[in-house]
């Protein structure tokens, strides 16, 4: 057992940041290297945790002795750098969604499957407390449908999520998480009917509004709505699911799950659990992925889900997952 999972970080925006400070605290942990083609922000992130920066991933996996590397980059980056990680060999986090097309996510979860290597994807909501009780709250039982919604003003800004050849639209780039959500608590998605239009914001060559009907292969039926054109300040109405079982209607945010009615002895409030870095520098450190929920393999899944929606809204018919991962 390692006494220090010495990282390597490849991508060193504000999300990859997020994991550099959370891994700076994990006692186990030890990030030594930061990497992004912008020297600015690998020096930034390299003077979170006084690590080496550098602006060429192969230099920084050539020259360090690394345990594993975390990979946060804009989705149409995705690519280079898991490859260079799998050569080596190497067990790695990456950030959701994890490509943008079929053809590149199935490549690399082939090398990685081939190679039998760790990894995780970033889908930090399985791992939250309100997660565990609402799967344990519908185990064996009967769920009839789930409503979710994903509405924020993300679209507003970053100007590469704004466009389709790079952020694949919402529901590749951000609403994969609701989908992630509904896939982990209620199973496989087997069809997806999509519309799409802009609304709102003209300027861009993404839609702005998406409303999903989702049949799953257990037999729940969902829909979701998403829209990144209100308020940008305004993130209440991101990752909301709303489902029932029996007669009980759930409301379920990353925060808590409410039931009415009240069960007995139902607790949904917000507890602390380990974050997804401490499971999988943990997983790392022992050898033991039993832990890790959402593994590469898993994150492909999730990409099906959206990509089908895209493809469902342009074709004007619904589409199956399955096609898309055959």
């Known amino acids: 057992m390692k006494d220090k999972v010495r990282i390597g970080c490849i991508g060193c925006g504000g999300n990859a940041r997020g994991h550099i400070n959370r891994l700076k605290n994990i006692e186990s942990a030890e990030v030594v ?9 690998a020096e930034k992130a390299a003077e979170i945790c006084g690590s080496k920066p550098y602006t060429n991933l192969h230099e920084m996996l050539d020259k360090e002795e690394l345990d594993a590397v975390w990979i946060s980059i804009p989705v149409h980056c995705h690519g280079e750098p898991e490859e260079a990680v799998i050569e080596r060999g190497l067990p790695f986090f990456v950030e959701k969604p994890v490509a943008r097309t079929m053809e590149l996510a199935k ?21 939250t407390n309100s997660a565990k009780v609402a799967k344990q709250l519908i185990e064996r039982k009967t769920v009839g449908m789930v409503v979710a919604k994903y509405w924020c003003g993300s679209g507003r ?8 050849e790079k952020s694949g639209g919402q529901l590749v780039e951000q609403a994969t998480h609701t989908i992630d959500m509904m896939r982990y608590l209620f199973g496989e998605i087997e069809e997806v009917y999509a519309l799409q239009a802009n609304r709102t914001l003209h300027d861009i060559d ?9 049949k799953f292969e257990n037999g729940v039926l969902g829909s979701m709505s998403t829209t990144w054109a209100t308020d940008p300040n305004d993130w209440s109405d991101a990752n909301v699911l709303d489902f029932f079982f029996e007669h009980y209607k759930v409301h379920w945010t990353a925060q808590e799950v409410t039931v009415s009615p009240p069960i ?19 997983a ?9 929920l959402s593994p590469y393999s898993d994150g492909v899944k999730s990409l099906a889900v959206s990509l089908a929606a895209n493809e469902s809204a342009r074709r004007g018919e619904p589409v199956k997952v399955a096609s898309l991962l055959q």
């Open 157 to 164: 800004g970053n100007r590469w999520t704004q466009q389709w």
């Open 33 to 41: 290297a930061t990497c992004d083609i912008v020297r600015e922000l």
């Open 284 to 292: 790392v450190k022992t050898g033991d992925a039993s832990r890790v």
């Open 107 to 127: 490549k690399i979860e082939k090398a990685v499957n081939e190679k039998g290597i760790m990894t995780s994807v970033g889908y930090q909501l399985r791992y």
């Open 206 to 214: 993404c839609p702005d509004v998406n409303v999903l009907a989702l």
């Open 264 to 282: 007995e002895g139902f607790d949904g409030t917000n507890k602390p659990t380990p974050s997804i870095d401490e499971v999988f520098v943990e």
